[in-house]
């Protein structure tokens, strides 16, 4: 497997903060730096593949390394840019406006230098881009290049999108952090969403620390409506998994440990019984493969992205089985349960804690199926990141363990709506706690 040498990507994955210092003090040569920068993108984005397009002048022209940059995810619009939704037949579409966020961010100073790559409409199994940070690991999707494109260092943040785990688990395979919105229909203009009543976009960063950074030098949190959250000494974390549902050893031990270091430190965690949540997740899945279908089938006989392929068509052609009857049984479902963790998110817990997955990270050299279950799902095959999808909050993914084979293990955060901050400062804190370490260190 190739990787990036660690010198070359370290000198361009240094911490927000410090690089702004560095700047400021004129220790770092701005020209030089984008120079190093663009050459550096040449010689090894055609081997990660984080890119759609990208174009060497904007980064040239740039405000680095005092200013940041932004990628977005290749099913969001970006004025300039063509759209072309992962699809590898050709297909392109070119938007005369940006996406809200992507105007929301530029207003902030955040200049985009690429689009991200992606699965084919955020569907597809096939993997465009190649894990920087962990070689021998799958990059994952749908928001792979997201992921990639931060992690290697070829810009600051990314904004991908989300509507059953697509950018938490990039992120964390590729060691980084994700940080999905509160979903809301705004947040969607200019976005090609799978499913509207489950997505909502989020941002990938190298770590929680330049994900707090740019939130509050940049002023996101207002950009995006997020509430002001007051510094909590003293949280109350639920954990919880599926109940009768195994996780890998590992997971469970990381899991342990996490909550470990936390009840140290004094927070209060408890273990809520929400299986009656737990068990809407095929409901949550089927709705999912219903709003695909509703907004991809049309691309199923367009003529300039066919043929689509195989396991493509399959996961949007899924979702015509799903009647209007059944779709708006569905919804209403979904509220019962967006609006019963909603309140338990108000009323008794700050924060459910929640892993990333069941098992370990995949690997590189497998082939994996849709994330849109194609067949009846079964318990076992669901998810764990789909929970905060269906119930439309805000959740944040980090790495906090190495498995025994060095593989990062993650952990989910989940927040009432609007509670952005809540969550980053969270992340700080089991980040600063657990430094992702190898498992054998968890005792």
């Not at 995810?73 to 996406?99: E, H, N, Q």
């Not at 994900?211 to 003293?234: C, F, I, N, V």
């Not at 949007?316 to 779709?327: D, F, H, I, L, Q």
């Not at 209403?332 to 963790?341: A, K, Y």
């Amino acid at each position: 497997m190739m990787s990036i040498p660690a010198a070359e990507r370290e000198r361009f994955t240094l911490p927000l903060a410090r690089r702004r210092l560095l700047a400021e003090r004129g220790a770092i040569d701005a020209d030089r730096y984008r120079r190093e920068l663009v050459d550096y993108v040449r010689r090894f984005d055609p081997q990660v593949r984080a890119f759609a397009d990208w174009r060497p002048a904007d980064l040239e022209g740039s405000p680095l390394p005092y200013g940041c940059t932004v990628s977005y995810k290749d099913t969001i619009d970006v004025a300039g840019f063509p759209t072309r939704l992962g699809i590898r037949s050709g297909y392109r579409s070119y938007p005369s406006r940006s996406a809200a966020i992507a105007s929301q961010l530029s207003a902030r100073g955040l200049l985009c230098v690429g689009k991200a790559a992606v699965t084919e409409c955020a569907l597809g199994t096939e993997r465009p881009s190649l894990n920087p940070t962990y070689p021998d690991l799958s990059a994952s999707g749908s928001s792979t290049g997201s992921a990639v494109s931060v992690a290697a260092g070829f810009c600051d943040v990314s904004v991908g999108t989300d509507s059953g785990g697509s950018i938490r688990w990039p992120a964390v395979y590729c060691g980084a952090t994700a940080l999905r919105l509160t979903p809301r229909s705004d947040r969607l203009t200019g976005v090609h969403a799978v499913s509207p009543s489950l997505e909502s976009v989020g941002l990938v960063a190298r770590t929680p620390a330049d994900l707090d950074w740019l939130w509050r030098t940049y002023g996101l949190g207002a950009a995006l409506g997020a509430e002001p959250s007051p510094q909590r000494h003293r949280l109350r974390i639920g954990v919880t998994v599926p109940p009768g549902e195994r996780l890998h050893s590992e997971v469970a031990d990381a899991l342990a440990a996490v909550a470990d270091r936390l009840a140290d430190r004094g927070h209060v965690l408890s273990h809520p019984d929400l299986g009656w949540a737990w068990r809407q997740r095929a409901d949550a899945w089927e709705l999912l493969s219903r709003e695909a279908y509703d907004g991809f089938g049309a691309l199923l006989d367009d003529t300039r992205c066919t043929p689509l392929a195989a396991d493509t068509r399959l996961a949007v052609e899924t979702g015509a089985r799903t009647s209007n009857a059944r779709y708006a049984e569905l919804r209403r479902r979904q509220q019962q349960v967006s609006s019963r963790l909603a309140r338990l998110l108000t009323d008794e817990f700050d924060l459910l804690a929640v892993p990333l997955e069941k098992g370990l990270p995949d690997r590189a050299d497998r082939q994996y199926a849709s994330v849109v279950p194609t067949e009846q799902p079964d318990a076992v095959d669901l998810s764990l990141t789909i929970l905060a999808s269906h119930a439309r909050l805000p959740v944040l993914a980090l790495p906090v363990v190495l498995s025994t084979d060095g593989a990062p293990i993650g952990l989910q955060l989940l927040a009432r709506p609007g509670a952005e901050d809540l969550l980053i400062s969270a992340a700080k804190l089991v980040s600063a706690l657990c430094q992702p370490y190898h498992l054998q260190e968890a005792s």
